[in-house]
């Protein structure tokens, strides 16, 4: 299926996921610079203390010695001996300290370095040891003199370094900031693209997938309940075309089948109504008409017969009356086939003829057009007919009611008694006959029947030929 919904799917899931990857990957890039930078505040720290720590031991040095030279106390020599040891090991951390960073930086520890060392190796030693051995012969303002001017360089070299290291701690705290408000954009931008992204995508799923499933449910429950012509419209996208599709189809054929079953329904009770219709005729023109002339003859051969045989005309009106009485039967017979008055009348008569033979007293409220199909006619007749017997049959009503109107282009009947009730589709063949008949016309029956109540029967029939 190209163009699956499975696909699409599939690329906004993975739309997404790049989002979310390029958020994080801004995020953990940020936060790689800050741990980057903060690494490098550390070492500034370090090198402050050590450049501290350093500049102290040169001035301690030098107050140390410039006390010896004025006092000649060995007691100034305590600073300027513990100054002395300290300076190799704390110029040698903060060469390795600024190793990496820059190469003036580097430049500058090792110009500190080298000049401390010079200062006591040049300088400061050989003049101490000169002024321990006579101090008198120690010129101690030109020394004094020297030793400030040496500090006084190594100091400056100091500020130039810390400076320095204040440079790159401005330029760190900027870099920083960047990398927040970067980490800050990307977060904001990520979350905002997914949430956009999950919107979007709710919202597809919602008018492509949802709405669509819940229309065809609606209408397979249409369908379920017998409206054959629910369809739903088509248009969606992949498998749910493919749904949409599926469901129109088997609701067309559904709608198919069930108008050639009606179609051949109608066929075949229609068929049934001709060849009934046919018999009676044949009865009535045939068999009936061969009765008639046999009791005329009869009552001739009567009328001729001499008075000296009484009991042979006796014989002969037993046998006329007979013939009569098989012509009444016959008459019955072929009514019920087929009632002649409903070809001839239509429906009013043939319902009153109905009420009139009826053994249970029936109220007749007719009002329809002199004719209608004869379809619908056939159907209304044997509905009242089969009704009224078995009001008669099973009901033991003392009164009925027949009704039948037609309103729009429809055709309303009901019979109704006032006997015991009870009465049950199924459990005969009158009241199943009458159910498929109309049902063959695309009509409706109804029974009511609740024991004690009485019972009425109601059908509708489309008095329009489909
Ligand atoms: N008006 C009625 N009052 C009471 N019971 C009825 C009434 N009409 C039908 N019944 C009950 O419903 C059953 C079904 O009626 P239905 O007409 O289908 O069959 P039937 O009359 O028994 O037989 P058939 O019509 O085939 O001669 C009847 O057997 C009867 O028990
Ligand atoms: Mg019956």
């Not at 090198?47 to 100034?76: C, H, K, P, Y």
């Not at 309940?225 to 067309?252: P, W």
């Not at 037993?318 to 098989?326: N, R, V």
């Not at 002649?340 to 009002?367: H, M």
Request: proline share 3%; aromatic share 4%; with cysteine.
């Amino acid at each position: 299926m190209k163009g699956g919904l499975t696909r699409r799917v599939l690329v906004a899931s993975g739309l997404l996921a790049v989002i979310i990857a390029i958020g994080f990957a801004v995020l953990l890039t940020s936060v790689a610079v800050d741990s980057r930078l903060q690494r490098h505040a550390r070492r500034s720290e370090e090198v402050l203390v050590v450049a501290n720590r350093l500049e102290r031991s040169i001035v301690d040095m030098e107050t140390g010695q410039r006390g010896f030279l004025l006092t000649g106390s060995a007691d100034f020599l305590q600073p300027w001996q513990s100054a002395r040891a300290a300076f190799p090991a704390d110029s040698a951390t903060l060469r390795r300290l600024v190793a990496n960073v820059s190469p003036q930086q580097v430049a500058r520890a090792r110009w500190i370095e080298q000049a401390g060392t010079s200062y006591l190796r040049d300088y400061s030693i050989p003049l101490v040891e000169a002024a321990r051995r006579d101090r008198a012969a120690v010129n101690t303002l030109a020394a004094t003199e020297e030793g400030k001017r040496r500090v006084d360089a190594i100091r400056s070299q100091f500020d130039r370094l810390l400076a320095a290291e204040d440079t790159m701690a401005a330029d760190r705290q900027r870099l920083a900031a960047v990398a927040d408000s970067r980490a800050v954009a990307g977060a904001v931008a990520g979350l905002a693209g997914s949430v956009a992204l999950i919107a979007l995508f709710a919202g597809y799923l919602a008018t492509r997938i949802v709405q669509p499933v819940r229309r065809v449910a609606g209408m397979a429950c249409r369908l379920a309940g017998g409206d054959l012509g629910a369809r739903v419209q088509e248009g969606g996208t992949g498998e749910i075309a493919a749904l949409q599709h599926g469901f129109n189809s088997m609701a067309s054929a559904l709608q198919d089948n069930r108008q050639e079953l009606v179609a051949s329904r109608t066929r075949i009770v229609a068929a049934a109504d001709r060849e009934r219709r046919r018999i009676e005729r044949d009865l009535h023109d045939g068999i009936q008409q061969r009765l008639v002339s046999l009791v005329l003859e009869l009552r001739a051969v009567e009328a001729d017969t001499p008075p000296e045989a009484p009991q042979f005309r006796e014989q002969l009106a037993d046998i006329a009356q007979g013939l009569g009485e098989a012509q009444d039967e016959l008459r019955e017979l072929s009514r019920g086939i087929h009632p002649a008055i409903l070809s001839e009348g239509g429906l009013g008569p043939a319902l009153k003829a109905l009420a009139r033979r009826s053994p249970v007293p029936v109220e007749l409220d007719v009002e329809v057009p002199d004719r209608l199909s004869e379809q619908v006619e056939v159907a209304a007749y044997f509905i009242v007919s089969e009704a009224l017997a078995n009001t008669v049959k099973h009901a033991r009503a003392s009164v009925a009611w027949v009704k039948a109107r037609v309103e729009d282009t429809r055709l309303h009947l009901s019979v109704r008694d006032d006997g015991v009730g009870g009465a049950q589709v199924g459990h005969g063949s009158g009241l199943i006959g009458l159910r498929d008949r109309v049902q063959a016309l695309d009509g409706t029956l109804a029974v009511i029947s609740s024991p004690g109540d009485g019972t009425t029967l109601t059908a509708e029939l489309p008095t329009v030929d489909r």
